[in-house]
């Protein structure tokens, strides 16, 4: 997965969907990706370690998307628009990974595999669809009556995406948070309870590339 990120690190990562996926679309970088792993499978022969590495380099992809929909910078800008355009961008990654025959099977990563690794991922998508209003209310709930909250993944991902958001309505839930929350941490409101970041394995991949 690093030698992956270090051919596709501009493409994947830095300007993917900058400044928005209709401008830089997932296809770019795919294509890549795709002469790419035609060189590594010819140089691995055996069936068990070739599946073991197309399911490594699609772990690995999830995370840089999860990096850029969660940490992106100023750069990107994200609309409940966008979410259409990301989630077809995530159903051909899954595709293309899942290979599946005429008959349905599976030729690359298994079905249970991707259901467990795009977990983020599918909840980042469907709440990048609600306005920014709706967020704000969710956010609000967990804050006031965090009795009735279980300060689950949702609420994590509510955090992230209001503040890559620049409507309005997200200007204004940033203006009253503190001032370190504007650098893209988790609310201290998440933290106080013990919850692991929703971007610490991410952080670790760009550390790693």
């Not at 690359?108 to 306005?131: C, F, K, Y």
Request: with cysteine.
């Amino acid at each position: 997965a690093k030698v992956i990120f270090q051919q596709l690190r501009s493409s994947l990562l830095l300007n993917l969907y900058v400044p928005t996926p209709a401008d830089a679309p997932l296809t770019h970088p795919m294509r890549e990706l795709d002469a790419l792993l035609g060189t590594i499978f010819h140089a691995v022969p055996h069936d068990a370690a070739r599946r073991q590495l197309v399911t490594a380099i699609f772990e690995a992809c999830v995370k840089a998307l999860e990096v850029v929909l969660l940490d992106g910078t100023v750069r990107r800008e994200f609309r409940p628009i966008d979410a259409e355009l990301a989630n077809a961008d995530f159903d051909l990654l899954c595709d293309f990974f899942h290979a599946a025959d005429k008959t349905g099977r599976a030729q690359g990563v298994q079905s249970h595999v991707i259901e467990r690794v795009t977990q983020v991922l599918r909840s980042t998508l469907l709440l990048m669809r609600e306005e920014s209003e709706e967020l704000v209310q969710r956010w609000e709930l967990a804050r006031t009556h965090p009795e009735n909250c279980t300060f689950d993944l949702s609420v994590q991902l509510v955090d992230k995406i209001l503040l890559r958001r620049n409507d309005e309505c997200a200007k204004l839930w940033k203006s009253k948070l503190p001032k370190s929350h504007g650098h893209g941490q988790p609310s201290t409101l998440i933290l106080a309870r013990g919850a692991r970041s929703v971007t610490d394995d991410s952080n670790e991949l760009l550390e790693m590339i």
